[in-house]
């Protein structure tokens, strides 16, 4: 049975699991095995990356919605999934409007709330997350099919399931779930970073994790849908499993843990400002009862982006060059060689942004950034933030310089 069928004639508290739903753990797991590799910032000297201005879409006669996710297609391509226009725009390197994929709706090439889009061997992917369902298109941008991934909540009569997030890996779908199950009077929340294939069908989990459930409590550690905490090379795939730990799993073709990169990270305290923008994130818009509790860490993530950047390096963005930047600098990245995953530097990418406001991409030798996305999120950080006042969302790319 497909997943909307058995929503529609399940009966469920929507109320509590939606309120869930919004702090769902994208990626927490069991460690693998595989050789660890330890590096030492103080090794590696810093060098700073000046950024030029590309190109930038959006302004009082362009609207585009809430910018949820980008990347880069086979072509060379920026694609831009619009979370709250419900469409993927497609533009060239150079800015140039090329297609819009998709539309609100039930019909072919139609999604509602997508979480989450990708590139695959012959198009692309929208992942809808509730229900959950994978719309894929062709080159051209025309509906192909939709998958149904099976997913195990639908054993139990009372469950339910979400998706935060995906891409191809090995030519089968790498998909990122939470489940909700309810059996008698035990009430609990998995979440998975599984294998699908082509039919939807399960072919392995790569990390896993259960807890109680308990629908009274919003926990950060359990509100995971952020944007790169997995990415692929095509030859490697990378994970980072853990909310405080400085680890990233190295996967090989074969799916086999081949190495667990760690460096020592001191755990990077919170300010009560930026507790209180945290807080924000977690209650903003959301439908919650008065009874609703709220847990937040006292520490910042040990890993806040990973991304494949120029030559195929992995760029690594920690809590500390996310949050302690010196003015005029939008993030300091640890930079891990492709061949051996060793720490061979540290950019620090100079601009005018800043991650406190905006959401961030490397994309190769681009840095495409969201204007104040992350504060309609977390909220302003000062009485000073550029983005109080911000209608309409703001599109930047910019280049890197050698």
Not at 69 to 93: K, M, R, T
Request: aromatic share 10%; net charge negative.
């Amino acid at each position: 049975m497909a997943l909307n069928e058995f929503l529609a004639k399940e009966d469920i508290d929507m109320k509590g699991l939606l309120a869930f739903i919004a702090c769902a753990i994208l990626l927490i797991g069991q460690p693998a095995s595989g050789d660890h590799i330890s590096s030492s910032v103080g090794t590696v000297e810093t060098i700073n990356v000046n950024l030029h201005l590309r190109w930038q879409l959006g302004g009082e006669n362009q609207i585009i919605g809430q910018i949820t996710d980008v990347f880069e297609d086979a072509h060379g391509d920026i694609c831009l999934l619009d979370a709250q226009l419900n469409e993927l725009l497609v533009y060239s390197p150079t800015g140039e409007f090329r297609r819009l994929i998709g539309r609100e709706g039930e019909g072919p090439g139609e999604f509602h709330n997508p979480s989450g889009a990708f590139n695959t061997p012959g198009g692309y992917a929208v992942m809808q997350s509730l229900p959950v369902k994978l719309v894929l298109y062709d080159r051209s941008g025309a509906p192909k099919s939709n998958i149904f991934p099976v997913l195990e909540s639908l054993e139990s009569p009372k469950s339910m399931a979400n998706c935060s997030d995906g891409t191809v890996w090995n030519n089968d779908f790498l998909l990122a779930c939470i489940f909700f199950r309810m059996k008698a009077n035990e009430q609990y929340v998995q979440e998975e970073l599984s294998l699908f294939d082509s039919a939807g069908r399960k072919l392995r989990t790569l990390f896993s994790k259960s807890n109680p459930a308990d629908f009274t409590l919003i926990n950060e550690l359990e509100d995971n849908y952020y944007t790169h905490r997995f990415v692929t090379d095509g030859s490697r795939l990378y994970v980072v499993p853990f909310f405080e730990k400085y680890e990233i799993h190295v996967f090989d073709q074969r799916n086999n843990s081949v190495r667990i990169i760690t460096r020592e990270h001191p755990a990077l305290e919170r300010t009560p400002e930026e507790k209180k923008r945290i807080s924000y994130s977690l209650s903003r818009g959301l439908p919650y009862p008065d009874d609703m509790n709220f847990k937040i860490m006292d520490h910042h993530r040990a890993i806040e982006q990973i991304n494949i950047g120029p030559d195929g390096q992995i760029w690594v963005l920690s809590g500390e060059g996310a949050w302690r930047t010196p003015d005029g600098v939008l993030g300091i990245f640890d930079i891990y060689s492709r061949d051996d995953l060793f720490l061979v530097r540290r950019v620090q990418l100079l601009a005018n942004d800043s991650f406190l406001t905006d959401y961030v991409w490397i994309i190769g030798n681009n840095v495409i950034v969201i204007k104040c996305a992350r504060d309609l999120l977390l909220g302003p950080h000062d009485e000073q933030d550029p983005c109080i006042n911000r209608i309409n969302t703001q599109v930047i790319c910019y280049g890197m310089d050698n």
